[in-house]
């Protein structure tokens, strides 16, 4: 039985005011002040115009105040949320599926909304929430155990609650939904569990299903034989983080999660597409207008399901509509965004899988370089060159930023695995150590140099390094950047830094006291402006000291 309760903390009911428009979240860019959605704006840039904090004072910057969330009985709760701020008001997620309502400039707690999900719910990370949408007064929660969720932005009561999905067949909701114009847009998780994954866009108002779509075609449509026989029916191609979206071409774009079973593709022969793909959807009706795959067959755990970044560059003399993606297999990719066509592509960490990529961006495989009984050492490792945590792109220094894992890599272990649904689909084992490697933290690294974390700063037009920010560990932190040519992001050493964008040097950090496991936001209140980033089971708001 699920258990939802409400705490109303603080304030009356309805004294809160929260409209936010279509029109205000298509104009997102116009208002820096508030953070309107998960990645900042459609364009999914995590960039905002904010300029009060600069590269000069930003080692003036200082804990404004710290939100203290529950930390769960469960051990594999994670603080993963990124921040909405309307109008000086902060919402966000105390995991896995508590909505809070707190005062952006001091932190007080208005109220939160609390909810219980199901015990059968298993997501295959932690017990994880990225975030909320907005829609008029209406925030917007998919929850681990396969609801999404309607509640009021002024008081948290709840609105409506739906079932989507069977969190005992493997399937949950993780990810920040996406609103387009009267919809709210998710995407299912569990590709670990074999589960058919989809999208599908909901009525604002009253929940009702409006379109899905399939990352797996089924017999008689198109591209299902890219699976061979029946393997289709528990294929994964799941997607568990937010999509972006262009309202002139009405297309909405999302990462694919990557095939099942994980580690052996023996029974899935074919390039099994929708998976360890980025499909371009239209938004009212969910119809598929074209497609671009990453990596083939994959048996690596390289899910596409990063963020897609939009920008409008000046590409080889012409304006062009673009898409900058870091992929998890360790390539940087550039696509026309308006019809999917491979623009450039190059590795941005080791790559050992694929020698490069041929003129359509299609990986030229290296022989012998696949799972095996005995084990492959495969560069970069299952949890890829990059992975959910956000990029950032700054059209101020015209650079994309990615969190990165550098000189990582994982030794493949092909298994034979049956299908039973609830149960783990992997085929074997992305992490066991290789006889004479470094290991550390889990994973392999050169004995020549050991693996770290590093933010890297890629020139989108040729793909080349300009610049990078070494950690002495991985990170798992996202990256934002500001138009005063700042940088924030922070890593699993329990650090929050300030990097200048320009060139990567270290302008100011703050102890944290647990692994940045978010995407750090900023926003401003009555002419200050704040940075807010979630480390342990804390939220954390900065700014400059007065």
């Known amino acids: 039985m699920i258990r939802r309760t409400l705490v109303l903390i603080l304030i009356a009911a309805g004294s809160l005011q929260a409209q936010v428009s279509f029109d205000r979240i298509l104009r997102a860019n116009q208002e820096p002040q508030n953070w309107l959605m998960y990645s900042g704006t459609f364009l999914s840039q ?50 896995p599926n508590d909505i809070v309502a707190l005062d952006a400039a001091t932190g007080r707690q208005y109220w939160i909304y609390s909810y219980a999900p199901s015990p059968l719910a298993r997501p295959c990370c932690g017990r994880v929430n990225r975030g909320l949408a907005i829609l008029g007064d209406t925030l917007f929660m998919a929850t681990i155990d396969g609801q999404l969720i309607a509640v009021d932005a002024k008081s948290g009561r ?40 989809f999208l599908a866009a909901f009525e604002a108002k009253t929940g009702k299903e409006v379109w899905r779509f399939y990352t ?38 999302w990462g694919i999660g990557n095939p099942g079973s994980d580690y052996n593709g023996d029974e899935r022969g074919g390039d099994n597409l929708y998976s360890s793909s980025v499909v371009a959807l239209d938004a009212d009706t969910g119809k598929l207008k074209w497609y671009f795959q990453f990596t083939p067959h994959d048996e690596f755990d390289y899910d596409s399901v990063q963020i897609p970044v939009l920008a409008d560059l000046d590409w080889q003399g012409s304006p062009r ?24 592509g190059k590795p941005f960490v080791d790559v050992s899988w694929a020698s490069g990529l041929d003129q359509n961006g299609r990986p030229i495989r290296v022989h012998g370089k696949v799972p095996s009984r005995e084990g492959t050492l495969i560069y970069p490792g299952n949890q890829g060159g990059t992975n959910w945590y956000s990029p950032s792109y700054s059209p101020s220094t015209g650079l994309f930023y990615i969190p990165s894992w550098a000189n990582y890599s994982t030794l493949y272990v092909k298994q034979d695995v049956d299908y039973v649904e609830g149960l783990r689909f992997g085929g074997g084992t992305g992490n066991g150590p290789k006889a004479g490697a470094v290991v550390a933290g889990g994973f392999n690294y050169r004995k020549e140099e050991e693996g770290f974390g590093a933010v890297r700063a890629i020139d989108p037009r040729t793909g080349d390094m300009k610049w990078q920010f070494k950690m002495s560990d991985v990170t798992d932190a996202g990256v934002l950047t500001t138009a005063s040519d700042l940088l924030f992001t922070g890593g699993r050493e329990g650090y929050f830094f300030a990097l200048d964008a320009r060139n990567g040097n270290l302008l100011w950090k703050f102890t944290v006291g647990a692994p940045v496991v978010s995407g750090p936001m900023t926003y401003s209140v009555n002419g200050k402006q704040y940075v807010a980033v979630a480390a342990g089971s804390s939220l954390f708001a900065f700014a400059l000291r007065q």
């Open 158 to 197: 709840p609105i409506w609650n739906i079932a989507v999905v069977k969190p005992d067949a493997g399937y949950a909701l993780t990810l920040a939904p996406l609103v387009v114009k009267d919809k709210v847009i998710i995407g299912t998780a569990g590709g670990e569990y074999g589960i058919r994954g």
């Open 216 to 253: 797996i075609p089924k017999p008689g449509e198109p591209a299902n034989n890219t699976w061979d026989k029946d393997s289709w029916e528990h294929g994964g191609a799941p997607v568990w983080l937010t999509g972006s979206y262009d309202p002139d071409l009405n297309l909405t774009y």
């Open 321 to 344: 509509k673009v898409m900058l993606w870091a992929n998890r297999n360790g390539f940087f990719y550039v696509l026309d965004r308006t019809t999917g066509k491979f623009l450039l």
């Open 46 to 95: 995590r960039h905002s115009q904010l300029t009060q904090i600069t590269p000069t004072n930003a080692k003036d910057l200082e804990p404004q105040w710290i939100f203290q969330a529950r930390s769960g009985e469960a051990s594999n709760t994670k603080f993963e949320a990124t921040a909405l701020v309307v109008d000086g008001v902060l919402y966000t997620v105390q995991p």
